[in-house]
Structures are given as structure tokens and as C-alpha cells.
């Protein structure tokens, strides 16, 4: 079973295999489920909202990564 971060960042969705991209996912996934943990367990309306916010730049910025790292001229 997948974790929350993973589901976020689609690790399973890795058309061409590439190792990279699945490092890079994974990286993105644990930093997620940190989050993820901290929003779950905090009784500040705050954090929470702050912790959202970053689970979302982390799932764009995973994204860009997946670009860069794909990216053929």
C-alpha cells in the first residue's frame, strides 16, 4: 500500500522506467508524508494551513524536478 506522499507525487506513474525519477519521486513522497504526519497530529488551524501549502509547492516542485530531469533537446 502506497504512502500519502506517494499517491501525491504518482510514483507508480514512471513510463520510461527511469531511475532517476523514481529517486527524485520518493524524495518528494518522504517530504510529503512528513507533512502529512505534522498536519494530522497538530491542533494549530495554522500549521495545518502552512503545512497544506507546502505539500502543494512539493507535488509542483516534484513535477518541475520530473521535467528537468526528463528533458531531451
Known amino acids: ?3 500519502y506522499g506517494q499517491k501525491a507525487v504518482g510514483l507508480n506513474f514512471n513510463p ?6 523514481s ?3 520518493q524524495i518528494f513522497a518522504d517530504a ?8 494530522e497530529n497538530s491542533t494549530s488551524g495554522e500549521t495545518t494551513r502552512l503545512a497544506s ?4 509547492e512539493a507535488q509542483g516542485a516534484q ?8 528533458w531531451r533537446n
Open 1 to 3: 500500500m502506497q504512502t
Open 53 to 56: 501549502i507546502a505539500i502543494t
Open 23 to 25: 529517486r527524485c519521486k
Open 63 to 70: 513535477m518541475w524536478a520530473v521535467k528537468a530531469l526528463t
Open 16 to 21: 520510461s522506467g527511469d531511475k532517476a525519477v
Open 32 to 39: 510529503i508524508d512528513l507533512l502529512q504526519e505534522l498536519r
